[in-house]
């Protein structure tokens, strides 16, 4: 029987709203080995280099830990925002310490995205042939950056027989973002926090600074009823199963959901240091 892609983010869905509760992770050197026996990809998506740090950072992080294949597309080098040369090899280090499997960096015109559209929906189609993900993260259409929503459109078209779609949380999300997915991160803040933190050619600004993200983080963990999290825009959400440490649709509302199965991988996670 098939069940929503939830279970690969630790999610159970009610009638009412998303109860959350995470998977438990090994350190960075062992959770490949011991994770989850049904590994799955995930592909997410981003407009500009520290796009996916700061808005579902903790979430890939955590997948990657638990086992889970986990690719990153970038379609602009920023440079309209910062150093066009710095920025992508930025985004790369950010996805070494978020534990991704590759990054690739695409340099349409920043600022300029919906100039192209159809090379935008070329290049994200490009990548999801590679990859064949699974699940598909990207831009919410609830965004005041031009170039947010035209990734969110052009991912809408490229990933149509795509089978699960959430949208993450923009620093530029306006206030019609009404997530009703989240993750627990509470174990993840802090790699969160290092890997915003190597955008250094971004630092000056606001929201790129600790206090914020994890003042978000806990914002939309006061949501989920947990500490930390990440909040998402579901398009679609279903999937084939997850494996052991899927979590599971509870029976009615209310009701609490289960815990992890037995085997399912335990530790703590990895905390890269160097955080400003």
Same mark, same amino acid.
């Given at each position: #029987?098939?069940?929503?892609?939830?279970?690969?983010?630790?999610?159970?869905?009610?009638?009412?709203?998303?109860?959350?509760?995470?998977? %438990?992770?090994?350190?960075?050197?062992?959770?490949?080995?011991?994770?989850?026996?049904?590994?799955?990809?995930?592909?997410?998506?981003?407009?500009?280099?520290?796009?996916?740090?700061?808005?579902?950072?903790?979430t890939?992080?955590?997948? =990657?830990?638990?086992?889970?294949?986990v690719?990153?597309?970038?379609?602009?080098?920023?440079?309209?925002?910062?150093?066009?040369?710095?920025?992508?090899?930025?985004?790369?280090?950010?996805?070494?310490?978020?534990?991704?499997?590759?990054?690739?960096?695409?340099?349409?015109?920043?600022?300029?995205?919906?100039?192209?559209?159809?090379?935008?929906?070329?290049? +994200?189609?490009? #990548?999801i042939?590679?990859?064949n993900?699974?699940?598909?993260?990207?831009? @919410?259409?609830?965004?005041?950056?031009?170039?947010?929503?035209?990734?969110? $459109?052009?991912?809408?078209?490229?990933?149509?027989? =795509? *089978?699960? +779609?959430?949208? &993450? $949380?923009?620093? @530029?999300?306006? *206030?019609?973002?009404?997530?009703?997915?989240?993750?627990? +991160?509470?174990? &993840?803040?802090?790699?969160?926090?290092?890997?915003?933190?190597?955008?250094?050619?971004? /630092?000056?600004?606001? &929201?790129m600074?600790?206090?914020?993200?994890? /003042? +978000?983080? *806990?914002?939309?963990?006061?949501?989920?009823?947990?500490?930390?999290?990440?909040? &998402? $825009?579901?398009?679609? =959400?279903?999937?084939?199963?997850?494996?052991?440490? $899927?979590?599971?649709?509870? %029976?009615?509302?209310?009701?609490?959901?289960?815990?992890?199965?037995?085997?399912?991988?335990a530790?703590?996670?990895?905390?890269p240091?160097?955080?400003?």
């Amino acid at each position: #029987m098939a069940h929503s892609v939830l279970g690969l983010l630790g999610l159970a869905l009610t009638t009412a709203a998303l109860v959350v509760f995470g998977l %438990r992770v090994l350190p960075a050197p062992r959770a490949r080995s011991l994770a989850t026996p049904h590994p799955r990809r995930v592909l997410a998506i981003g407009a500009h280099p520290d796009d996916l740090e700061l808005a579902c950072g903790g979430t890939l992080a955590k997948l =990657s830990d638990s086992g889970h294949e986990v690719h990153a597309l970038v379609l602009s080098h920023g440079e309209r925002g910062g150093e066009g040369t710095a920025r992508p090899r930025e985004a790369r280090t950010g996805g070494v310490l978020l534990g991704l499997t590759s990054v690739q960096v695409h340099d349409f015109p920043d600022t300029r995205l919906a100039d192209d559209p159809v090379g935008l929906v070329q290049a +994200i189609e490009a #990548m999801i042939r590679r990859v064949n993900p699974d699940i598909v993260l990207t831009h @919410s259409g609830h965004d005041q950056h031009q170039d947010h929503l035209a990734v969110h $459109e052009a991912t809408l078209r490229a990933a149509r027989q =795509s *089978t699960s +779609i959430l949208c &993450y $949380e923009s620093p @530029s999300a306006t *206030t019609d973002f009404r997530p009703s997915v989240f993750v627990d +991160i509470d174990e &993840y803040v802090e790699v969160k926090v290092a890997a915003v933190a190597a955008h250094r050619d971004q /630092g000056r600004k606001p &929201y790129m600074t600790p206090e914020r993200v994890r /003042g +978000i983080a *806990t914002f939309r963990g006061s949501q989920a009823k947990v500490g930390s999290a990440e909040g &998402y $825009e579901p398009v679609r =959400s279903w999937a084939a199963p997850w494996g052991s440490c $899927e979590a599971r649709r509870p %029976r009615h509302r209310g009701r609490r959901p289960r815990r992890p199965q037995p085997g399912c991988p335990a530790g703590r996670p990895r905390i890269p240091g160097g955080v400003r």
